[in-house]
Structures are given as C-alpha cells and as structure tokens.
C-alpha cells in the first residue's frame, strides 16, 4: 500500500479559479514534505518543502500547508492560468540521512481550461 | 543551462536488447538518484550515489539493471534484456551535500517493443 495518497487524482478547473489538492500521508518517521510539479513528458520540479515545525509555506500562486499530526498536506492553487496544467505530485522524506528514501504519492492531474 | 541532463530523452527498442542512459548531474552535487515512473504513477526509488560510492539498490532493481557512477559525476543506468514491462519514463536527480532538494532531470523515456 501507498504510504502517500493523493486525491482527486484528477481535476478540471476554468482559469482564474481556485484549487486545493490533498495529501495523506503514513510515512513514518517524517522529515519533510515537498509538493512537485510535472509537466507532461518532463521531470518533477520542486514548489514547496516543509519540515515538522512549519505548517505553511507558499511559492508564487501556489500554497502548502501541513498538519504533521494528523499527516495531511494541501496544495492550493490561486488564481489558475493554463501553465499550470501539469500533475503535481507530493513526496515524503522520511529521514535526512535517509533523504533518498522519499516516498511518492500517484500525482493529481489538474488540467485548466480557459 | 545548469540543470542535470539526461541522455537520450527517448528510446525506442526491441526486446532482448540492451540500453544505456546517460545523467549528467548538477556540477557538485555529491548525490545522484535515479527513478522510474510509469504513466500515472508516482516516481519509484531504483538506487542511489554518494559521490562515486553507490550507497542503495531498491529490489525493484533486478540483476538486468545496473548504474554506474565512475567517477562521481555523470552517472549511467544499463538495462541489460530489456522486457517489455521496463517500458516507462527513467528520471535522474541530483542533490547537494546536507540539503534536502533534489533536482530531477527531464526523464528518458523507454519504449520495448
């Protein structure tokens, strides 16, 4: 079983609209916690990364928030634009001598429509 | 452009052939890993390098499967008899000392026909 669940798995949205994605996580011990996001046909680029102590952090029009005790995260999308059509993926880090043991969760795919 | 590259971007084959890629890391980044994704999945660990030294293997990869890092800067993965189930996307990253960070390439992707 994934120890990341991400939902919707996917989502449609105009643009200039608002969006929140979900993360649940049991990934245990926590490090960290970054969102990605992966254009079609390209490698994940990094948006957001929180440790235990911070429960938000926010990068341009895109905002996440954690809640490490009851292992939940959100991604909210401010006012859309078609670049943001892409699948965005939250990763686990469970260790920072262990850093490489992230654990991925399937990714949302929003897809934004003028 | 400064980011980590990786070689070819697609690839196409037969099965039972053999492939190589090719991850050139971000210039001093001691750390390199690599992953596979296959369509609507998440990436999956497949191993990973301190500098030269190749510090862990998922079980996802099988004795057909080997990366080298030779001299602790560009990195290659081999996939000996490819199957067809080795279709998906591989992706590099590459990460600096004490850093949490990884910085993913644009994906090779594998085709076995």
């Known amino acids: 079983k994934n120890q990341v669940e991400q939902s919707p798995q996917s989502l449609i949205i105009l643009e200039g609209k608002n969006c929140t994605l979900q993360c649940n996580y049991t990934v245990s011990p926590f490090s960290n916690l970054r969102w990605y996001k992966q254009d079609t046909g390209r490698g994940p680029v990094s948006l957001t990364i929180?440790?235990?102590?911070?429960n938000t952090k926010s990068n341009g029009r895109y905002t996440a928030t954690l809640d490490a005790d009851t292992k939940q995260s959100s991604l909210h999308i401010t006012a859309s634009q078609l670049s943001d059509s892409a699948s965005y993926i939250c990763?686990?880090?469970?260790?920072?001598?262990?850093?490489?043991?992230?654990?991925f969760g399937a990714g949302t795919t929003v897809t934004v429509r003028a | 452009d400064t980011g980590v590259s990786q070689n070819p971007r697609h690839k196409i084959t037969k099965r039972g052939q053999n492939v190589t890629f090719r991850c050139d890391p971000i210039s001093e980044h001691n750390r390199l890993y690599w992953y596979r994704q296959t369509l609507g999945q998440g990436p999956e660990f497949l191993t990973y390098f301190q500098n030269e030294a190749q510090l862990e293997k998922s079980r996802l990869l099988s004795d057909r499967f080997s990366a080298e890092r030779p001299k602790g800067s560009f990195s290659t993965l081999e996939i000996q008899r490819t199957e067809q189930g080795d279709s998906a996307m591989y992706l590099c990253?590459?990460?600096?000392?004490?850093?949490?960070?990884?910085?993913f390439g644009p994906g090779t992707r594998l085709t076995v026909t």
């Open positions: 929180m440790t235990f102590s911070e």
């Open positions: 990763v686990v880090s469970s260790g920072e001598t262990n850093d490489y043991k992230l654990s």
């Open positions: 990253a590459s990460s600096p000392p004490n850093a949490f960070w990884q910085y």
